[in-house]
């Protein structure tokens, strides 16, 4: 990780109450490589990830650390989990699509995986 995407993971979410324009394709490929780990996707743009774990345990462990994450930020992600996965989807619903605030929490989620 470079200093840029520390920085990223270091930097508050700023809640978005909506009308503001979402990211498009560009900004948010151009954001993509400070959240190393993570995919772009469509319908609605969001970023998302899936770590692996060992067993249940730990899967459901790192999904509730990301919860208590999303609300300390006030900013709440799709969270999923089962045996040995965990995956993990950001974008603002109140813009439908991408807003830097889906990767500075990308990015915490990563430091919260040991990544950051």
Request: hydrophobic share 40%.
């Amino acid at each position: 990780m470079t200093t840029q995407d520390s920085d990223l993971a270091a930097q508050r979410c700023e809640p978005c109450r909506g009308g503001v324009p979402a990211l498009d394709r560009a900004a948010a490929e151009a954001l993509l490589p400070r959240v190393p780990g993570w995919n772009l996707k469509d319908g609605p743009d969001r970023v998302e990830r899936e770590f692996r774990f060992p067993d249940f345990a730990q899967a459901q462990s790192f999904a509730v650390q990301v919860g208590g994450l999303c609300e300390a930020e006030g900013h709440h992600a799709d969270i999923r989990y089962g045996w040995g996965y965990c995956g993990v989807s950001f974008w603002t619903h109140k813009i439908n699509g991408l807003h830097e605030n889906d990767f500075i929490m990308a990015a915490k989620v990563n430091a919260l995986a040991g990544e950051g």
